[in-house]
Nanobody
Framework: QVQLVESGGGLVQPGGSLRLSCAASGSIFRFSVMGWYRQTPGRQRELVATITSSGDTAFADSVKGRFTISRDNAKNTVYLQMKRLQPDDTAVYYC?????????WGQGTQVTVSS
């Protein structure tokens, strides 16, 4: 069983930065595709960024140039560095692990961008 624990959320002013972390248990992390998603009330969960086991990344258009995703396989951790945050980035951010057709989710961490 894989467990994912996100951290790093909080309140930040527009234009500010945050770094989210997601620590995974188990031994499959290094072979997995990792992703960050976000969700606001009344809306579907949307993909923010992904990183493959080989380090290839992809981003939603809304965050390109502002967010970066990285992973540290030695620490079983994936990061989402968020810069130039905007109020529209306010959401609960979820970590996702995909491996051989299975998906696992973290509990989410709240990011609020407000002055």
């Amino acid at each position: 069983q894989v467990q994912l624990v996100e951290s790093g959320g909080g309140l930040v002013q527009p234009g500010g930065s945050l770094r989210l972390s997601c620590a995974a248990s188990g031994s499959i992390f290094r072979f997995s595709v990792m992703g960050w998603y976000r969700q606001t009330p009344g809306r579907q969960r949307e993909l923010v960024a992904t990183i493959t086991s080989s380090g290839d990344t992809a981003f939603a258009d809304s965050v390109k140039g502002r967010f970066t995703i990285s992973r540290d396989n030695a620490k079983n951790t994936v990061y989402l560095q968020m810069k130039r945050l905007q109020p529209d980035d306010t959401a609960v951010y979820y970590c996702n692990l995909g491996y051989r057709g299975r998906e696992y989710w973290g509990q989410g961490t709240q990011v609020t961008v407000s002055s």
